[in-house]
């Protein structure tokens, strides 16, 4: 192991990666260094702020020394960059539930199954609904998850990381002034109209849509959004900035920053991306995205 872990050192010296970084921290971590396997992930995470499994290694290192509040709060800043990270809401439903706070582990399992499918979390949703207090109303979980997360709606409990509703200064109606901002990409030739959304995939602003085709678009951005994250994460790649999907019959155009609000621009098959950018990178400056 020791020959791996100094292999590794010499790499990211001069090739520097998210997965070397966290291929560094769990060997640290196995090896029982566990001072040098949370300092490999702060280390992974100044390099690369989005990498979503440094944060859930950092919380398994921190929950293992006690470190509860701190594992959560760890796990909560890799969600906000990774939504769709399965394994930070699985890891979070284990700490939650090992302090008794059964009715937050249960919806951080929801969430997961939300993402994706898994008959381990089903069971240890079945399990964990089977030791929740009589409070509850008693019903059996064995049907179908919804296929979508439903609003959280506030309640006057103590907040805990997990039951906050994520919110971005993109996630209300656009003012006046920011859907003016779209009326130069609009009036590009060849576009069709343009959708501005959040990560949530709701509409900001719109301009030269019918009306449906700008929640379609806003939809297609945060799957795709979201998608991507998880793949980058994974993979070290860092984040999405653009992305097409070209037909014979058009062509769908988006640019994002942050991963927090998106220009999605439909547009003509001869419509060139590069001169759409610079108009859809200035509403984004003008949005305060950029």
Not at 22 to 38: F, K, N, Q, V, Y
Not at 73 to 86: F, H, I, M, T, Y
Not at 171 to 186: C, E, F, I, M
Request: proline fraction near 7%.
């Amino acid at each position: 192991m020791e020959s791996e872990l100094e292999r590794l050192r010499k790499k990211v010296e001069n090739f520097p990666s998210a997965s070397t970084f966290t291929r560094l921290a769990e060997l640290s971590h196995d090896a029982g260094d566990a001072a040098g396997a949370e300092e490999w992930c702060r280390k992974c995470l100044r390099a690369f702020p989005r990498h979503g499994m440094a944060y859930v290694i950092l919380a398994d290192l921190q929950n293992a020394k006690g470190r509860t509040e701190d594992a959560l709060k760890s796990l909560a800043a890799g969600l906000e960059k990774d939504p769709r990270l399965v394994q930070a809401h699985r890891a979070a439903a284990e700490i939650l539930a090992k302090a008794g706070r059964t009715p937050e582990a249960v919806a951080e399992l929801k969430k997961a199954l939300v993402i994706k499918d898994d008959e381990q979390v089903r069971a240890r949703l079945r399990e964990l609904a089977g030791s929740a207090s009589g409070s509850r109303p008693a019903s059996p979980l064995a049907g179908a998850v919804p296929a979508a997360p439903r609003p959280t709606v506030p309640t006057a409990a103590p907040a805990a990381p997990f039951a906050q509703p994520v919110t971005t200064p993109f996630s209300r109606p656009a003012a006046p002034a920011q859907a003016r901002a779209l009326d130069h990409l609009a009036a590009e030739p060849g576009i069709r109209g343009v959708a501005v959304s959040d990560a949530s995939g709701r509409v900001i602003s719109t301009k030269g849509l019918p009306a449906g085709q700008d929640e379609a678009l806003a939809a297609l951005g945060a799957e795709v959004g979201r998608g991507a994250a998880m793949a980058l994460t994974t993979t070290g790649g860092g984040g999405l900035g653009s992305w097409s999907v070209v037909t014979g019959s058009g062509q769908i155009l988006a640019f994002t920053r942050g991963g927090q609000v998106t220009v999605l621009v439909l547009a003509e098959p001869t419509v060139r991306p590069a001169m759409i950018e610079l108009r859809a990178r200035q509403v984004l400056a003008e949005l305060g995205a950029a």
